[in-house]
């Protein structure tokens, strides 16, 4: 099981980071990621950290802004967020997935655990 938490009302510019722990699971052995939700959207995929290691991946619109990360002592994954934008506003959902391939990444099907998510509202 996974809870999201972090989430909130903030101005563009701004900074947040989520958190997702787990439990029940040990996240060391996962790949680990972030999906949105933008509202009356499809999820989409935001970044991950593939369980063999290697350079986190993240969704073009993220890169320089978003940070993901695991504190495996803590069982606990991470998404710092920095430069909000308006855009950014969107319900996050943590994933993890035991068996994901590199090549399917980013694709929602890949995980098999979601968190229940946690609504990021960025003003203007």
């Known amino acids: 099981q996974l809870q999201a938490s972090g989430g909130g009302l903030v101005q563009a510019g701004d900074s947040l980071r989520l958190s997702c722990a787990a439990s029940g699971r040990t996240l060391r052995t996962d790949t680990v990621g972030w999906f949105r939700q933008f509202p009356g959207k499809e999820r989409t995929f935001v970044a991950a950290?593939?369980?063999?290691?290697?350079?986190?991946l993240y969704t073009d619109s993220v890169k320089g802004r978003f940070t993901i990360s695991r504190d495996n002592a803590k069982n606990t994954m991470y998404l710092q967020m920095s430069s909000l934008r308006p855009d950014d506003t969107a319900v996050y959902y943590c994933v993890a997935g035991s068996s994901v391939i590199l090549s399917n990444i980013a694709s929602q099907t890949a995980y098999a655990i979601w968190g229940r998510g946690t609504l990021v509202t960025v003003s203007s």
């Open positions: 950290i593939h369980r063999s290691g290697g350079k986190p």
